[in-house]
């Protein structure tokens, strides 16, 4: 693959600036392979899968006790997750923090880093981000309710097998199809 550089003017609106033709992405195969690889591990150093909505209830602990330690220790949700005082050292914490400091050393090895609204060209970027956290605020909500995020839910409850987390991806996969046909204005 040639590494020459491209001119992105015109996606980013600034005139001729240059940047370097980014990376190929990995083989879907051989990412998939490592992430079971990785949940593999996972189960067998802390006995328990993947996911992330226990990182966000330990964050949320955290916040409840600077503000009034006596209501974490009175609300049976935030003491689940208060680990003797120390929230933030739960396992899940550091999980979500090298998920995302891999995210970003991958985007960056792989020249594909930049500080960008996604969007369709119909949609502008106050609506886009709009949009954005009304999805994640219904998605953080479901997860609750679910009792596990989609990560959690797919690749822990998928690879043992849970019927319950069979049932949750076949609903998210079902709804995400059945409302693409009104929402693809927003991305054609």
Request: proline share 0%; hydrophobic share 50%.
């Given at each position: 693959m040639s590494r020459t550089l491209v001119d992105a003017g015109a996606y980013a609106g600034a005139g001729a600036r240059q940047q370097r033709v980014p990376m190929p992405y990995w083989n879907p195969w051989l990412v998939g392979f490592l992430l079971g690889l990785v949940l593999l591990v996972t189960y067998a150093v802390t006995g328990r899968g993947l996911g992330a909505t226990a990182a966000f209830s330990a964050t949320?602990?955290?916040i409840a006790g600077l503000v009034s330690p006596a209501h974490v220790q009175a609300n049976a949700v935030h003491l689940r997750y208060w680990n003797e005082g120390a929230p933030l050292l739960s396992w899940t914490v550091a999980l979500l923090a090298g998920a995302s400091l891999g995210a970003f050393v991958s985007g960056w090895q792989g020249r594909r880093f930049a500080l960008c609204v996604e969007r369709g060209p119909n949609l502008g970027n106050g609506a886009r981000i709009a949009l954005a956290?009304?999805?994640?605020?219904?998605?953080?909500?479901?997860?609750?309710?679910?009792?596990?995020?989609?990560?959690?839910?797919?690749l822990t409850g998928g690879a043992i097998l849970n019927a319950g987390s069979l049932v949750f991806m076949l609903a998210v996969f079902g709804a995400a199809y059945g409302l693409a046909w009104f929402v693809r204005k927003e991305w054609l």
């Open positions: 949320a602990a955290w956290f009304a999805g994640g605020f219904v998605a953080a909500y479901g997860a609750k309710i679910a009792r596990g995020c989609t990560s959690g839910q797919a």
